[in-house]
């Protein structure tokens, strides 16, 4: 199986800047899309940022120009570098990968990491 192990989260004030990673480690995994959902106290999960192989990154309207989604396929890892931050973006931030293993698909979720944004 895979564990993805997230890091970077934390308190920051509106304006400021983190830089969230997401590495994925045990059984050798071929990713085909890597992901960044949220999920605010009270509300449901949602996609924050998604890129898959080859593609173009989306994100959602709400951190467009601010948040910047990057990944490497081939060391298993995404990163979210959040700027511009509001209180608003507060919330518990997951990373997702889809992909392969012996040609069957998975789909793998992080633990999460709290990001707090004060105003």
């Known amino acids: 199986q895979v564990r993805l192990a997230e890091s970077g989260g934390g308190l920051v004030q509106a304006g400021g800047s983190l830089r969230l990673s997401c590495a994925a480690s045990?059984?050798?995994?071929?990713?085909?899309?890597m992901g960044w959902y949220r999920q605010a106290p009270g509300k449901q999960r949602e996609l924050v940022a998604h890129?898959?192989?080859?593609?173009?990154?989306n994100y959602a309207d709400s951190v467009k120009g601010r948040f910047t989604i990057s990944g490497d396929n081939a060391e298993s890892t995404v990163y979210l570098q959040m700027n511009s931050l509001k209180p608003e973006d507060t919330a518990v931030y997951y990373c997702?990968?889809?992909?392969?293993?012996?040609?069957?698909?998975?789909?793998?979720w992080g633990q999460g990491t709290q990001v707090t944004v004060s105003a």
């Open positions: 890129m898959s192989s080859g593609g173009s990154p």
């Open positions: 997702r990968m889809t992909g392969t293993i012996n040609w069957i698909e998975y789909n793998f």
């Open positions: 045990g059984s050798i995994f071929s990713v085909k899309t």
